[in-house]
């Protein structure tokens, strides 16, 4: 075994599109394991010989991760060193590797994080919206279907929203929530971060779809999409005498319902959006709730 190597599975992360961001201590560990587990052994290849790493390779991706995993196992049996890495950024966290990491434990043998680059969280960083807390959320559903009843279970959640999106399929997830959001949240688009394309714009979710229509070239390369936890009072903050009413009325029901009663009585009485009714009351929720004299 290599000096300052340790018989374990190193979870190395590696850059998202700027080489320069992978860490000294990732590059001191992928030159010195015994083996490089890969996504695609064609793209980590580049990488090293970009650094001059020699180290051999073998390939653990979405289909054969099961199997890749037994041989891993074996490998630190035998004492051996293994560093997995995805094609860019932390492995296992909406990439292949989860089920390599799980078997280590199962096996009792060492897993030692590398920490990196990560887009989800770069994404939070320069969105604006890390600081009441956020929930990742990863990939949508390719099918209609079960995307829309993903985004319909988020939505009464108080916290600001992280998904990942591919280019082939941006249009299709930004009208699904639009349609399930509405104007309740506002959106930051974060695409190809560390690139030389990077975008990272913040806009009205209702505006979204226009935006990435005007200029076909938005909807090209990877994105991290972050929905804004739920606003009061319309997206730019300033309350209307119908928002007074609604929020007053929502304090009194909320006093005596649970909230989804006391949103569908509110959305009756005010004729407002439901998904709007339903942000305010999430706010409500942690205020005191006062009763009119």
Known sequence: MNE????????????IGNLGDITHR???????????????????????????????????????ERNAADGIVKLLAEGKSVALVTDAGTP???????????????????VIPIPGACAAVAAISAS????????????LSAKAGERARALADLRDTNLALVFYESPHRI?????????VFADTRTLVVCREITKKFETIHRLKLNEALAWFQADANQQRGEFVLILSKPIIG?????????????????????AELPVKQAVS????LTGEKK???????LELKAAPIVAPL
């Open 26 to 64: 990732a590059l001191h560990i992928l030159a010195n394991v015994d083996v490089i587990a890969a996504e695609d052994t064609r793209n980590t290849q580049s990488l090293l010989r970009h650094y001059d790493i020699k180290t051999r390779l073998i390939a653990v991706h979405q289909h054969n």
């Open 92 to 110: 296992a966290v909406s990439d292949p590797g989860a089920r390599v990491v799980a078997a280590m434990h199962d096996a009792a043998q060492r």
């Open 171 to 179: 249009l299709e997830s930004v009208a699904a929530m639009v349609e």
């Open 128 to 139: 604006g919206e890390g600081e009441d807390g956020f929930l990742f959320c990863g990939f």
């Open 265 to 268: 009585l509110a959305v009756e």
């Open 234 to 254: 319309g997206q730019d903050g300033a309350k209307t005498a119908e928002d007074t009413q609604l929020e007053r009325t929502l304090q009194i029901l909320l």
């Open 4 to 15: 300052n190597i340790e018989n374990a599975l190193y979870v190395v992360a590696t850059p």
């Open 275 to 281: 998904n709007k009714v339903y942000a305010l009351a």
